[in-house]
């Protein structure tokens, strides 16, 4: 017996209930670059790190730029309530889309976090926006 199966699967009942719920907490980056493709687009991508500067040198093209400090009532009024917001931040070593996702549930906001973040977008061969693109395209 390995230890992958040393503890037992669980069943395929609770594994239904288990990633079903995990969907409605994540996206991928795939699901959100098909959403940018195909003009479906039906929620707005936040790029929740860094600053202005960092962010227009390398971001994925049609985020906004919303740190999750300046996430409040006041900033989220812009939008309409049931507006479904998608944060992302570095990497899974950043857990700066899991603070802003955490702010705009608190402001009963309905939000994802787009798992991988901007490792995650390079990793799928996604093309990015910013200066820094720009600059090592020429």
């Known amino acids: 017996m ?20 995990r969907l409605t907490f994540e996206t991928d980056c795939a699901d ?4 940018f493709a195909t003009g479906r687009v039906d929620f707005v991508l936040l790029h929740v790190v860094g600053s202005s ?11 906004l730029h919303l740190p999750h400090r300046d996430i409040t009532a006041e900033r989220m009024a812009d939008w309409p309530e049931n507006t479904v917001f998608v944060t992302y ?3 899974p070593h950043c857990n700066g889309a899991d603070r ?7 402001l009963r906001r309905p939000v994802k976090i787009m798992i991988g973040g901007l490792t995650g977008w ?4 996604f093309a990015f926006s910013g200066s820094e693109v720009t600059a090592a395209a020429e």
């Open 2 to 21: 390995s230890f992958v199966t040393d503890i037992p699967p669980a069943s395929s009942s609770d594994a239904v209930r288990h990633f079903s719920a």
């Open 32 to 35: 959100v670059a098909d959403a």
């Open 53 to 63: 500067e960092t962010f227009a040198k390398k971001h994925i093209p049609e985020a």
């Open 89 to 91: 931040c570095a990497g």
């Open 100 to 106: 802003a996702a955490v702010k705009l549930a608190e």
């Open 122 to 125: 390079e990793d799928e061969g």
